[in-house]
């Protein structure tokens, strides 16, 4: 098959693209290389992850409509998995239009030019932001009165109802995968995780917002980019035309102050701390119900908290990599 990654620079779109390079597919990137975290970052993915592939990635941004049109044309890919986007919840009013851009319209692009060009498998990121601070034990997605807190999550959920309404009666099939807290080598400098790991190894300070009571349903990269190929290869059996959304989750989620402690315990040195006051825009807790995925695939995501932070503390560990940490924090908006 021949597959087309938007964000192929990126976290989860390296590891995807790279995933489905090795399972024998043809794989093409799209990246813009933005700053929103260190670009050189995104270079060494390609080197490390895309280029042993020989997977070519087209440098340019999803909101020009017309190089989009035109490289889709190209191509001509049975799937598109449109991952880039403006991710984070953090970014000040005052940036909100990277959100706007890079969410909005570059979604809307990218959409437009797979059903015009009759791309067969449309998938593309949502996230567990469209929930807000559901009170529910579980999210599911059959959960009709969600709200998003945040303008990205606002965005994502903007992206869920958009979708359908392109591909009705086209002869493309769409599926939005609402990821939860994604984690792993080659991972996003922006995340708590992240931070954590680089603070535990070069003995830095990690600033804490709010007292870690907050609870995330990690999942580990692998798990996510195993979880999109099943669900891409099961779209196939849906009809023409046809819309859905799947959470990808690890269904059990942990503090703050858990990921702490499992961190601190693969450290030699104690972890410096600051604390700052939460950011409104985090939500309180997230946890995935993950029977709709396990109906359509069969599996559901199985690294433990544990082991996927040793495999990434590795990672980060080696001296190529190690050296590059803390300015990749501080490229970060
Ligand atoms: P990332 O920032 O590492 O990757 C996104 C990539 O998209 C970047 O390389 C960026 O340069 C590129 N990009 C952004 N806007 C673009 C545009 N207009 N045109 C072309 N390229 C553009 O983020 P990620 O963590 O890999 O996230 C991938 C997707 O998954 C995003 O849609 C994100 O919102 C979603 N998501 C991620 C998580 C997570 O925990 N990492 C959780 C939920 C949802």
């Not at 807190?149 to 995968?177: C, D, H, M, Q, W």
């Not at 070069?202 to 995330?216: A, L, M, P, S, V």
């Not at 946890?287 to 990434?312: C, F, H, M, Q, W």
């Amino acid at each position: 098959m021949r597959y087309l990654v938007t964000g192929a620079a990126g976290f989860i779109g390296s590891n995807l693209a790279a995933r489905l390079a090795a399972l024998g597919h043809e794989v093409v990137g799209i990246d813009s290389f933005n700053t929103y975290y260190s670009p050189e970052l995104k270079l060494l993915r390609k080197k490390n992850l895309l280029d042993p592939h020989g997977i070519n990635v087209h440098e340019f941004d999803l909101c020009d409509l017309n190089r989009t049109s035109q490289v889709v044309r190209d191509i001509k890919p049975d799937s598109i998995f449109h991952l880039a986007a403006q991710p984070g919840v953090r970014i000040p009013l005052g940036s909100s239009n990277l959100y706007v851009q890079n969410n909005l319209v570059a979604h809307a692009n990218i959409l437009q030019t797979a059903v015009e060009c009759e791309v067969p498998n449309f998938l593309y990121a949502s996230s567990s932001s469209v929930y807000g601070n559901s009170t529910a034990d579980t999210f599911s997605e059959n959960d009709n009165s969600i709200q998003p807190i945040s303008i990205y999550g606002a965005t994502k959920l903007a992206n869920e109802i958009l979708t359908p309404a392109f591909v009705k009666r086209s002869n493309t099939r769409a599926r939005g995968l609402r990821f939860f807290t994604v984690y792993g080598p080659w991972g996003r400098p922006d995340m708590a995780y992240f931070r954590l790991i680089e603070a535990a190894i070069n003995g830095t300070n990690f600033t804490k917002f709010g007292g870690g009571e907050i609870k995330r349903d990690f999942t580990f990269v692998d798990d996510i980019t195993s979880m999109i190929e099943s669900l891409n290869r099961q779209l196939n059996e849906t009809p023409k035309g046809h819309s859905d959304v799947v959470n990808i989750g690890g269904g059990k989620p942990y503090s703050l102050n858990d990921l702490i402690e499992i961190i601190t315990t693969k450290s030699d040195s104690k972890l410096n701390m600051k604390v700052q006051e939460s950011n409104p825009n985090d939500t309180k807790y997230t946890s995935a119900n993950v029977e709709k995925l396990i109906s359509l695939v069969g599996e559901k995501p199985e690294v433990d908290l544990n082991s996927g932070v040793s495999r990434t503390f590795a990672w980060a560990s080696q001296p190529e990599v190690k050296q590059h940490l803390l300015e990749w924090i501080k490229s970060t908006i």
